[in-house]
């Protein structure tokens, strides 16, 4: 059964930047099993999309601790299996994620650091027991991406708005086996690159 959902307030988003920057899309159509949102078209390739907001935690304005990248973690868990069908088409293929909690500051669980801790793992820092002195510094526990994990997943970006504008930030991953052709990209997406030894 095919059907095409009422848009939630992040697709809006989504499509309103994809108007303002005069980008060419599709919805894709839901079928039986899971499907990514947007196919959008540029100057000779093509880019899958999957829209996802963060619309609930009961910690939002208490004084309390979190763990950085959950909220992303989360999502890039729960958008699996519609990232691997766009990527599977030979698309390369995008999470994108929507602060819908924070509205205005568009930091509680979107940050830049919770992207790349979600995705890489937690900065951590190892320190000489003795000395106190830093050893050395990596991404550790938590990380999502990896070259056996997740590599559907092009990228994983933030969606937001700033000064009455949708903007898009994308994460690279340097696990995917769906690379993005950064040089082709149009300059209205921000773009976060990054060289990960493994």
Same mark, same amino acid.
């Given at each position: 059964?095919? @059907? *095409? =959902?009422?848009?939630? /307030?992040?697709? #809006?988003?989504?499509?309103?930047?994809?108007?303002?920057?005069? $980008?060419?899309?599709?919805?894709?159509?839901?079928?039986?099993?899971?499907?990514?949102?947007?196919?959008?078209?540029?100057?000779?390739?093509?880019?899958?999309?999957?829209?996802?907001?963060?619309?609930?935690?009961?910690?939002?304005?208490?004084?309390?601790?979190?763990?950085?990248?959950?909220?992303?973690?989360? @999502? *890039? =868990?729960?958008?699996? /299996?519609?990232? #691997?069908?766009?990527?599977?088409?030979?698309?390369?293929?995008? $999470?994108?994620?929507?602060?819908?909690?924070?509205?205005?500051?568009?930091?509680?669980?979107?940050?830049?650091?919770?992207?790349?801790?979600?995705?890489?793992?937690?900065?951590?820092?190892?320190?000489?027991?003795?000395?106190?002195?830093?050893?050395?510094?990596?991404?550790?526990?938590?990380?999502?991406?990896?070259?056996?994990?997740?590599?559907?997943?092009?990228?994983?970006?933030?969606?937001?708005?700033?000064?009455?504008?949708?903007?898009?930030?994308?994460?690279?991953?340097?696990?995917?086996?769906?690379?993005?052709?950064?040089?082709?990209?149009?300059?209205?997406?921000?773009?976060?690159?990054?060289?990960?030894?493994?």
């Amino acid at each position: 059964m095919t @059907k *095409i =959902s009422p848009l939630t /307030k992040s697709e #809006k988003l989504f499509e309103l930047f994809l108007h303002a920057n005069d $980008l060419r899309f599709i919805r894709i159509v839901v079928e039986s099993d899971p499907r990514p949102d947007y196919q959008v078209s540029f100057d000779g390739f093509d880019l899958i999309f999957e829209i996802t907001q963060i619309d609930k935690d009961k910690n939002f304005g208490k004084i309390s601790s979190r763990t950085p990248g959950s909220h992303i973690r989360s @999502k *890039i =868990s729960q958008k699996r /299996k519609q990232i #691997k069908w766009g990527t599977d088409q030979g698309i390369p293929s995008i $999470l994108l994620v929507n602060n819908q909690l924070d509205l205005v500051f568009q930091m509680f669980g979107t940050e830049e650091g919770d992207f790349i801790a979600a995705m890489y793992g937690e900065y951590t820092l190892a320190v000489n027991k003795v000395s106190g002195q830093i050893t050395d510094a990596y991404h550790g526990k938590n990380q999502s991406l990896r070259e056996d994990t997740n590599t559907s997943f092009s990228a994983v970006g933030h969606l937001y708005t700033r000064e009455n504008l949708p903007k898009i930030l994308i994460f690279e991953n340097v696990f995917t086996k769906s690379k993005i052709p950064y040089d082709k990209l149009p300059s209205c997406f921000e773009v976060r690159r990054f060289a990960i030894t493994t």
